[in-house]
């Protein structure tokens, strides 16, 4: 969907409400970084640096917020009668939609997803925020409009860097359940398992949440189209309002893209309990996005998604 498409009284909302954000953020960060006396006293932005590469798309869509994602995005195979159990009853699954793209997949079972990432170098209207991180278990293939077609992603809960009012506060005015959480690591999407340099491993934890990941490289189990089409979908909280990230895997910041394998255990809702996945299997890759903001759903009618 082109960014023409975005009315002006979305534009302004995103803008007052990152500017507002912004203010607080950084007067914030002016008084915890300014030096002390002794020069002891510095704050994290100083010493915490990424690897993540560099955000291609501020010049090119000004009046859209862009960045860069980087980490692992990996199906969690649930039960079909589970995934209906914990996903709000007035949205059916579209399981032609996913065994169209997945037609191996394990009959009566359904593709939840992990997202464990780093967003970078976010941006718009000429205004960067600072980095954060974010995790949590999403839920795609959903029929919001009620059209048989157009496949949505409901996204009920979110971990999220602790103290950064701009993405908590973007995240809630979805109407997501968010949990303010600590990363490890703090700037990365990911980092090199102490005990074995194939492997990599992210945590995100807070009081009442929490999604711990450990993935090596693997064969391709699942299609690329896969994720490129999951990561993509409208994703709503409450239904009130769509996001619509525009995921780019093929600009210069996807250098390349790993397949994995590993395990993940969350704490976190819809699930009542704390799950686990010995074999989860996904893609691990850096890549560019463009998003629009609070959208009104009905605009993704028979939206193609990848």
Not at 179 to 185: A, K, V
Request: charged share 20%; net charge negative; glycine share 4%.
């Amino acid at each position: 969907m082109s960014s023409s498409k975005i009315t002006e009284s979305r534009l302004q909302y995103f803008l007052v409400t990152l500017l507002s954000l912004v203010a607080i953020r950084y007067v914030g960060v002016s008084y915890l970084s300014a030096p002390a006396a002794t020069g002891e006293v510095v704050h994290e932005a100083e010493t915490c640096h990424t690897h993540d590469l560099p955000n291609p798309l501020a010049s090119l869509y000004p009046n859209n917020a862009t960045g860069t994602l980087n980490g692992t995005v990996a199906i969690l195979p649930i039960s079909l009668d589970l995934a209906r159990r914990i996903i709000p009853s007035q949205y059916r699954i579209l399981e032609h939609a996913y065994r169209a793209i997945l037609p191996t997949f394990p009959k009566d079972m359904y593709p939840a997803i992990l997202q464990a990432v780093h967003d970078h170098e976010v941006q718009a209207f000429g205004y960067k925020i600072p980095d954060f991180s974010r995790a949590g278990i999403e839920f795609p293939f959903l029929d919001l409009l009620f059209d048989n077609t157009t496949s949505f992603k409901w996204a009920p809960s979110l971990l999220l860097s602790a103290g950064h009012d701009i993405a908590l506060k973007g995240a809630m005015d979805y109407g997501t359940t968010v949990f303010p959480s600590i990363f490890d690591p703090p700037c990365d999407a990911y980092r090199i398992d102490s005990n074995d340099d194939r492997t990599t491993v992210f945590s995100a934890k807070s009081s009442d949440a929490s999604v711990i990941t450990q993935f090596s490289l693997a064969d391709q189990v699942y299609p690329l189209q896969f994720f490129k089409n999951v990561t993509n979908q409208p994703t709503f909280a409450d239904g009130r309002s769509c996001d619509n990230m525009i995921r780019l895997f093929d600009t210069g910041v996807t250098v390349a893209i790993d397949s994995v394998k590993g395990s993940v255990q969350a704490r976190i809702p819809p699930f009542e309990k704390q799950v686990q996945w010995d074999e989860a299997y996904g893609v691990r890759l850096d890549s560019a996005f463009i998003e629009n903001n609070y959208m009104p759903c009905e605009a993704f009618r028979r939206y193609a998604s990848s």
